[in-house]
């Protein structure tokens, strides 16, 4: 019963996330073809876990500052574009990530990757353009914030996916050719768990979450972040004949860290003020999925 509550819940922010996600694209002045790329890489298949995320922290700290009801309208619109913001962050990643100079992937979420189908060029011009439009959003949605506070959080979500952030564990996901456990570990902090930890702070500061709670949502990201990737890897044994942190450590040393992680994220959040079902009811459904 709880697994299908979480996975209705889980559907539904997909289906308005995506809303708001086509939305956006269609209130761009550009030529219909540029559109239909965009749309093509922007809203595919997949579980839309980051704005899940970030919906949920909004949630939990929103409950518990009990906003008055005129703003409650908009700040959900604010969260809301803030999660479709993260998303086009997320899918400008995927699209690079598949191009030939990087994973070279020729599918991505059940379908051919954006530059089979449009072109390798296209497809870096793809994925420029949805990290643009993720940080356009992110911006919009943190006006109804203080500039003292907003400029901030827009500076943290540049640094998140920057070269401190998941493109810089991408960087070194090329150039590293000896890596040791810290190795590995950072790598993917910065791959994966950054924009999980951007994903929860931005929805605890629209939601009016204070710092604490934040700090607390922090440490969870990265914890989760981590085991997520770990399981990610674990799939891709049985698939793929790639280096990867759970080939290094092997199938039941990596499931070992994956409880680990989950265990310790779920920790934080017994820390943490305010309601998070479903937030720990995602570190179940990550850390225990097959596919």
Partial sequence: MEQNEFLDALAEIKRE???????SLDEIPIELKVREMLTYAALGEGKRLRPALLLWAFQS?????????????????????????VECLHAFSLVHDDLPGMDNADQRRGK????????????????????????????RSLAILPVFEACPLMEEACRAVGAEGMIGGQFADIELRQRDEDSWRWLNERKTARLFQLALHLGAALGGGDEAQRKILLCFGRELGLA????????????EDILSWASVLGPDE?????????????????????????????????????G
Wanted: proline share 3%.
């Fill in 112 to 139: 051919p990757s954006v530059h089979r189908v449009f072109g390798v060029g296209q497809a870096i011009l793809v994925g420029d353009a949805l990290f643009a439009l993720g940080c356009q959003l992110i911006a």
């Fill in 17 to 23: 996330v995506d809303l708001q996600l086509a939305a």
């Fill in 228 to 239: 997520f990737q770990l399981v990610d890897d674990l799939l891709d044994l049985s698939s």
């Fill in 61 to 85: 700290v929103r409950r518990d500052s009990a906003p008055k009801e005129d703003s409650a309208g908009i700040e959900r619109q604010s969260a809301y574009l803030a999660a479709a913001g």
């Fill in 254 to 290: 990596s499931w070992r860290r994956v409880e680990e992680y989950g265990r310790l994220a779920l920790t934080h959040l017994e820390r943490f003020p305010g309601e998070t079902r479903f937030l720990r009811m995602l570190v179940t459904y990550l850390t225990e999925r097959k």
